[in-house]
C-alpha cells in the first residue's frame, strides 16, 4: 500500500508540494471571453440594420433590470426597428442560455443650432453644437454634418436643440435680383466687360439672368463672386 503523505519525509513532502504547484500552473484554463450584454446587443443590432445603418450611427442599448450582464454570444435576436425595442438568448460562460430584453436606440451625432437662427443670416461655427439624439428624431432629411451647416444662408427660422431640415438652409445668395452687376464676357479667348442688372437671385455657381445695360438684352451668366457674372457668346 502507499504510504500516506503525513509519513514521507519531510523532503519528499515538500517535492511533491512545488510539483503539484507546477502542475496547477500548467494546466490550461479557459479563456474569460464573457463581454457585456449591452456590447453584444449593439453588435448583434448593427449586423441587422446591414446597410440601412446611418453614418455614424451607433446603438444604446438599456437592459430591463434584473437581467445577466455578461455573456459569452448571442444566439437567438430579435428587434424592432421602428421602437428598438429587443428581446435576445444570451449563452453565459458557463455554457447557460439566459433570456434578456430591452431598448436598443439607434443614436447618431447631429448638429444643432445652440440659439435661434433667423432666415437670411449665415450660420458661424459658434451657432452650433453637436449632440447625440436618437435617429427617431432625426430623419433622412436633416442635417448631419458640420460642413453642411457652417456658411450656409438660412431659409427658415432655426430652433435651438433641433435638427436642421436639409430645405432650411442654401448655399450663400451672391447675387440679388435688381443688384448691379459686372458682366465678364468671355468669346475664343477674349474677355470684354459690361455693365449689367441681376433679374435673378443666384449663389455661387450658380446660374443668373441679367441685363445687358448697353445692349438691353438679357443674357444668362453664372454667378462667380459678390457683382460678378461670367456669360459667354
Not at 494546466?27 to 457585456?36: D, E, F, K, N
Not at 448593427?46 to 451607433?58: F, H, I, R, S, V
Not at 435651438?160 to 479667348?189: E, Y
Request: contains cysteine; charged residues 20%.
Amino acid at each position: 500500500m502507499p504510504r500516506p503523505a503525513a509519513l514521507l519525509p519531510k523532503p519528499i513532502r515538500c517535492l511533491l508540494g512545488l510539483a503539484a504547484i507546477a502542475l496547477a500552473a500548467a494546466a490550461p484554463t479557459r479563456p474569460a471571453t464573457a463581454a457585456p450584454v449591452t456590447d453584444l446587443v449593439a453588435e448583434r443590432a448593427t449586423q441587422d440594420y446591414g446597410p440601412g445603418l446611418p453614418d455614424q450611427g451607433y446603438f444604446k442599448v438599456r437592459l430591463a433590470e434584473g437581467l445577466t450582464r455578461e455573456g459569452e454570444l448571442i444566439r437567438e435576436f430579435w428587434i424592432d426597428k421602428d421602437t428598438g425595442q429587443f428581446i435576445a438568448n444570451v449563452v453565459t460562460d458557463t455554457g447557460e442560455v439566459r433570456r434578456v430584453w430591452g431598448l436598443a436606440t439607434l443614436t447618431v451625432p447631429v448638429p444643432v443650432p445652440v440659439r435661434r437662427i433667423m432666415p437670411d443670416s449665415i450660420v458661424q461655427p459658434e451657432d452650433i453644437e453637436t449632440v447625440e439624439l436618437p435617429w427617431t428624431r432625426v430623419n433622412a432629411y436633416a442635417v448631419t454634418e458640420e460642413a453642411g451647416l457652417v456658411g450656409m444662408q438660412v431659409r427658415r427660422m432655426l430652433s435651438p436643440g433641433r435638427p436642421v431640415q436639409l430645405q432650411s438652409v442654401m448655399p450663400p445668395i451672391i447675387i440679388a435680383r435688381g443688384d448691379r452687376v459686372t458682366i465678364q464676357l468671355v468669346h475664343k479667348g477674349m474677355q470684354l466687360s459690361a455693365a449689367g442688372k441681376a433679374i435673378s437671385d443666384a449663389h455661387l455657381g450658380q446660374e443668373v439672368r441679367v441685363v445687358n445695360l448697353s445692349s438691353n438684352k438679357t443674357i444668362v451668366g453664372v454667378a462667380r463672386g459678390d457683382g460678378l457674372v461670367e456669360a459667354s457668346f
